[in-house]
């Protein structure tokens, strides 16, 4: 028997794992019931952690080979695959992305192979003056949200592609006035060229079938024209994400949270301000190309 619980959430996605050392190097056989349980479960919390830099990146690789992100602007400089995201300031300067997840998406879908899972390391989190602690983060199942389409819409969608854009993303959250990154650069630019990726994808371990449309960063479905693509990607963008294919986490300092890209889209929810604050260090696991 393991040392350690696995409380599920009771909803589509979600579990909790207490007792499990995230710092130390885990049996095969305790490795093996943690992959079972993030395949069932899309979203893990190990509870009451506390890893530095190269503890973070030892427990990342359990789950593959570790990812860089395009913003290496707020990555850590002795840890590159770790990035801040974080809504501090020093000296007036942000010193973490502090836009991210201000919008529903899964990470990096606008790369060839997008990141198979992200781990996201509570260092601080934003208490309110009664307690409460803001900045829950919402998951979504995209394995459900096909499930719930009509059968003549899934069988549609089968084989059709869609443009995932890395510029019409950073243009889209300029627009509603939730970024406040750097203007896009041209190197940025030539790095990110727009990517095809299947509407539908399969699960690459369970072989469930995930909606993979993310809204304002999608553009045009192949064999389709353009004003009826836009409808049907819009649509799916709101369909993902209805509240009966969600699952909330609310942070404690000191979660490790880890979620599955293809699964599940999420939304971090940004309820606080200065002087609340928010530090989290983030790593990704590199993904295969969407099949």
Known sequence: MPDFDIVPSGGLLGADIFGFDTATEPNDDNLALIWTAFARHGVLCFRDQA???DQ??????????????????????????????????????PVGLTDAGTTWHTDMSYIPAPPAATILHAKEVPIADDGQILGDTLFSSMAAAFEALPQDLQARLEGRRTVHSYEAKHARRAQEGKSNRKPITQAQRDSLPPVSHPVVRTHPQTGRRCIYVVGGECVGIDGMPDEEAADILEMLAVHCV??????RHKWQIGDVLIWDNCLVQHLALHDYSLPQRRLMHRTTVKGSTPR
């Open 56 to 93: 973070l990146i030892a427990f990342t690789r359990h789950f593959g080979e570790t990812e860089s992100y395009v913003l290496s602007d707020y990555a850590l400089d002795d840890h590159p695959e770790i990035l801040i995201v974080s809504n501090i300031l020093e000296d007036g300067a």
């Open 51 to 53: 890893l530095d830099e």
């Open 242 to 247: 209805k509240p009966e294919f969600h699952h």
